[in-house]
């Protein structure tokens, strides 16, 4: 499949986490001929590459947390999952712990969801607070207070937070784990094909019969009767000029993501913190001497992108100021000097909902995996298997207990609760 006119089972737009993990499952479940075609120079160049990839199980709703359980449960036991000798997702588990403010009445709906899934989470006292994560402050106060402190006002009261521990989260290698779900892909006879961009897609009767490449060497033709668009926040263009537009508003855009070196000596462990009273996520990356930090608040996820391919990809200097002095009150640990660095990437966000779509389209053949939202990296493993079932009617590696239709284009509006951060 490398050049002229050729034949595919699929062809699958997208060499992020989506479209590897649509490639590995549906060459599990026997569709072998697969092209993965990937406009970038590797596997990760969209939003996967910029991603702080964070694995957690909380979730708004029941089907949504299940996936996630069942995504983290791929990534305990990913070479097994992958079938592959040597892997590089590089799963980490410190956990993963939510504060949310003292008066926050959302804690008891999410400890039932949490039995109901099967998720080990546990509500800390104040002793175990102190014993497993000395480095916090629980009582950090909120954005406002901060900002009334340092304009010379009176001290806040303690805000002593409620804390929720996900025993089982972390994070893992964004990239690696595409690689490895595309490796397991191509172990199955799959191909992939890089600097290469699908411009068009081709039907008859409503049907979908190939796809146009733009390579360095001009134009080709590859016959499909299936075409899977895992083209991120680029799907919306490819479904506008295919003329099949999702009846979901799917919007690009930016989000922002700061660094931090340091060089000082934790006094314990440090989670994945999701932190609901001041408003900023963090985690350490793998090496453990720098973190990794964003917002989770719903404005900071508003920024729309008209062309992915041209915008800021740095963080505002503003942004970039405020996070981190979160980080200070929450982690009072870490000094306010040290090397800074930041970056932006793309959400694909569903402003319906916050949920992706996992359906075929008007135009038979031609299906999205689209929307993630600030989800997808977490979810991806199972993503591509939901994918799999709606495509041929069976699973492909291992059988989701997700109803295959969760993800349909013409759902109701799925409910979630903290403004769609978490979702
Ligand atoms: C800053 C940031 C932090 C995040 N943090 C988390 C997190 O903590 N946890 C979590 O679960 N999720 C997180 N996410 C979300 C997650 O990373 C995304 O949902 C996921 O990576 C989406 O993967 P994708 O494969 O759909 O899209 P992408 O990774 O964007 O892949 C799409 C690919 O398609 C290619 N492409 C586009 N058009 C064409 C074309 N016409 N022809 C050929 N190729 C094409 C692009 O080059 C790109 O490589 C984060 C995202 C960002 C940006």
Same mark, same amino acid.
């Given at each position: 499949?490398?050049?002229g006119n050729t034949a595919a089972d699929a062809v699958i %737009?997208? *060499?992020g986490v989506m479209g590897a993990s649509c490639a590995m499952h549906l060459a599990s479940a026997g569709l072998r001929k697969l092209l993965v %075609?990937?406009? +970038?120079r590797g596997v990760g160049s969209g939003s996967t590459g910029r991603s702080t990839a964070i694995i957690r199980q909380t979730y708004s709703n029941y089907e949504v947390s299940l996936m996630a359980k069942e995504a983290l449960g791929c990534f305990q036991n990913w070479r097994d999952f992958v079938e592959l000798p040597e892997t590089r997702a590089n799963f980490i588990a410190p956990g993963v712990l939510f504060l949310f403010r003292k008066d926050d009445q959302g804690l008891a709906s999410i400890l039932e969801l949490h039995r109901r899934v099967g998720i080990r989470s546990t509500v800390l006292s104040g002793g175990d607070k102190a014993r497993m994560f000395p480095d916090l402050d629980f009582a950090a106060a909120p954005p406002e207070e901060v900002a009334a402190l340092e304009a010379g006002g009176a001290e806040p009261e303690p805000h002593e937070a409620q804390a929720l521990?996900?025993?089982?989260g972390g994070f893992a290698d964004p990239v690696g784990t595409a690689e490895d779900m595309l490796d397991a892909a191509r172990a199955l006879g799959a191909q992939a094909?890089?600097?290469?961009? %699908?411009t068009a897609i081709g039907h008859q009767g409503g049907r979908v019969t190939g796809v146009t490449l733009a390579t360095a060497g001009g134009a080709e033709r590859v016959s499909t009767p299936l075409v899977i668009n895992c083209a991120g926040p680029w799907s919306m263009g490819l479904d506008a000029a295919v003329g099949f537009p999702l009846p979901h508003e799917l919007v690009a855009t930016r989000i922002q993501v700061v660094t931090k070196h340091f060089g000082e000596k934790l006094k314990g462990p440090l989670p994945v913190m999701a932190d609901m009273?001041?408003?900023?996520?963090?985690?350490?990356? *793998?090496g453990g001497r720098q973190v990794v930090l964003g917002s989770v608040l719903e404005e900071d996820e508003r920024e729309a992108v008209a062309d992915p391919d041209d915008y800021n990809e740095v963080a505002d200097a503003p942004f970039r100021e405020r996070i981190l002095t979160l980080l200070h009150h929450r982690v009072p640990t870490f000094k306010t000097r040290g090397r800074v660095s930041s970056y932006a990437g793309l959400y694909t966000v569903n402003r319906v909902d916050s949920h992706p779509i996992i359906d075929e389209s008007e135009l038979l053949g031609y299906?999205?995996?689209? +929307?993630w939202s600030g989800h997808g990296f977490k979810l991806s493993p199972i993503a591509g298997n939901l994918l799999t079932y709606k495509v041929l009617g069976?699973?492909?590696? +291992?059988?989701s207990e997700v109803p295959p239709g969760f993800f349909a284009r013409d759902r109701q509006p799925l409910t979630t609760h903290w403004g769609g951060v978490i979702a």
């Amino acid at each position: 499949m490398a050049g002229g006119n050729t034949a595919a089972d699929a062809v699958i %737009v997208g *060499a992020g986490v989506m479209g590897a993990s649509c490639a590995m499952h549906l060459a599990s479940a026997g569709l072998r001929k697969l092209l993965v %075609v990937e406009k +970038g120079r590797g596997v990760g160049s969209g939003s996967t590459g910029r991603s702080t990839a964070i694995i957690r199980q909380t979730y708004s709703n029941y089907e949504v947390s299940l996936m996630a359980k069942e995504a983290l449960g791929c990534f305990q036991n990913w070479r097994d999952f992958v079938e592959l000798p040597e892997t590089r997702a590089n799963f980490i588990a410190p956990g993963v712990l939510f504060l949310f403010r003292k008066d926050d009445q959302g804690l008891a709906s999410i400890l039932e969801l949490h039995r109901r899934v099967g998720i080990r989470s546990t509500v800390l006292s104040g002793g175990d607070k102190a014993r497993m994560f000395p480095d916090l402050d629980f009582a950090a106060a909120p954005p406002e207070e901060v900002a009334a402190l340092e304009a010379g006002g009176a001290e806040p009261e303690p805000h002593e937070a409620q804390a929720l521990f996900e025993h089982d989260g972390g994070f893992a290698d964004p990239v690696g784990t595409a690689e490895d779900m595309l490796d397991a892909a191509r172990a199955l006879g799959a191909q992939a094909r890089f600097n290469t961009a %699908v411009t068009a897609i081709g039907h008859q009767g409503g049907r979908v019969t190939g796809v146009t490449l733009a390579t360095a060497g001009g134009a080709e033709r590859v016959s499909t009767p299936l075409v899977i668009n895992c083209a991120g926040p680029w799907s919306m263009g490819l479904d506008a000029a295919v003329g099949f537009p999702l009846p979901h508003e799917l919007v690009a855009t930016r989000i922002q993501v700061v660094t931090k070196h340091f060089g000082e000596k934790l006094k314990g462990p440090l989670p994945v913190m999701a932190d609901m009273v001041t408003g900023f996520y963090g985690r350490l990356e *793998a090496g453990g001497r720098q973190v990794v930090l964003g917002s989770v608040l719903e404005e900071d996820e508003r920024e729309a992108v008209a062309d992915p391919d041209d915008y800021n990809e740095v963080a505002d200097a503003p942004f970039r100021e405020r996070i981190l002095t979160l980080l200070h009150h929450r982690v009072p640990t870490f000094k306010t000097r040290g090397r800074v660095s930041s970056y932006a990437g793309l959400y694909t966000v569903n402003r319906v909902d916050s949920h992706p779509i996992i359906d075929e389209s008007e135009l038979l053949g031609y299906y999205n995996v689209n +929307g993630w939202s600030g989800h997808g990296f977490k979810l991806s493993p199972i993503a591509g298997n939901l994918l799999t079932y709606k495509v041929l009617g069976q699973w492909g590696r +291992g059988k989701s207990e997700v109803p295959p239709g969760f993800f349909a284009r013409d759902r109701q509006p799925l409910t979630t609760h903290w403004g769609g951060v978490i979702a």
